[in-house]
């Protein structure tokens, strides 16, 4: 897997790494275009996150050594590509993901560090294209690479490692998933009886499965056709879901690797030492298990919490101000699926809105739909630019909540209107109460709907199916 660091600047120049929203090739330099006689410096800071990475996958950190990896192709101006060989940055490492119910370590063989070619754009297809453009601003990024055994036996399997391995990279503060480019993968795949095929340059995790479940089965239909399984590099087609020959896979002497002359090997450990940050950086399973401890959820709910490091900091900001119980069940339950249906982010709901939410429920101000209500609300707002209340959309300040209650009057009923609404009930359906009696089970949800009626659904339900049961 090879993942881009967010450093600010490339690996071996000056040039920013903020690209993204550049005009092509203006992120350059003699260094990252590889013009003759530029010489590269290594950046400190790639070499401290690729450090923290090697040592959260439980690898051994060693002192390395750059090494050129020689190739032509349009995207690498030198020639050559700058990366790790012999003496990796981290080696031997593991990570456990949990497959069938049980938990299974997943081997790393080695982390290293390279740099980004350029990007190549192909004029419509990559098998038809007549030409590509091309754009160095890419070139010279720090990209990690991780390299696994071959540990993983199923495609799900694979999808759930780098999901994993994901949130890891999110929770050490070296990787930004929603730029563009940010992870591809290589995803290499044999099964028994044929050589292995590598499918080059997957950009996200559910492609990854696809990808190799379509192999399995490409590769078993010739295996039982008889035909030889030939070792190969493919290229995955994403709208198409079905992988394509692009070459006969390279042997690793065709790379000619020979060590960086240029640049002197390096021993990470002093260097990570100097940023080392005051606290250890607690990394998800850890994170997952101190929720449980000390907040007294499930472990499903710390799971769900801890799978986004986003989204465990937005808990403990409204469990520190509401019963945690509460927060994780609104946050889990309520503002997840609110978010997803409408392709929200987590910053658009900010956390000092749904602490005032919880607030109200819980001191009976609202009903927990009328809180569900709210919530919608400024949803809603923010994600069409609906104007339904007169809370500025974007705006989630402390009285916004109380505006829309107001506006919307989702009040909760006062108890003593639920009472006379209850009574009212039960004198207008007779047969109702009968039913009551005599045991029949819908009858009391059928007039606990009639209070609802009656109070416009701001009768809290649980506690109007108390007075009328009282009552009756
Ligand atoms: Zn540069």
Redesign the pocket.
Known sequence: MHTQLTTRS?LF?G?STHYQDSEPNTH??P??LGLPGSLPVVNEMAIVYAERVAKALNCSVQQTQFYRKNYYYPDLPKGFQISQYDFPLGVNGYLTVESAGRERKIRIRRVHLEEDPGKLTYRGTIEKAQYSLIDYNRS?VPLLEVVTEPDLHAPKEARRFLNKLRNILEYLDVFDGNLEGSLRVDANISIAGGQRAEVKNISSYKGVEKALLFEISRQRNLLRRGIHIAQETRHFDEARGITISLRSKEQEHDYRYFPEPDLVPIDPAPIAELFREEAEIELPDAKRQRFVTQYRISDYLAKVLTASKPLADYFETVAAQVDPAAAASWVVDVLQGELNYRGLRLDSFEPQFLIDVITRVTDGTITEKAGIEVIRTVLDQSCAGVKVSSVPSGVASAGSVKVIIEEKALQAAPIEQITAAAKQAIDENPQAVEDYRSGKKGALNFLVGQVMKKTRGRADPALTNRLIREQL
């Open positions: 490339k120049c040039c350059t330099c260094i990252c010279g």
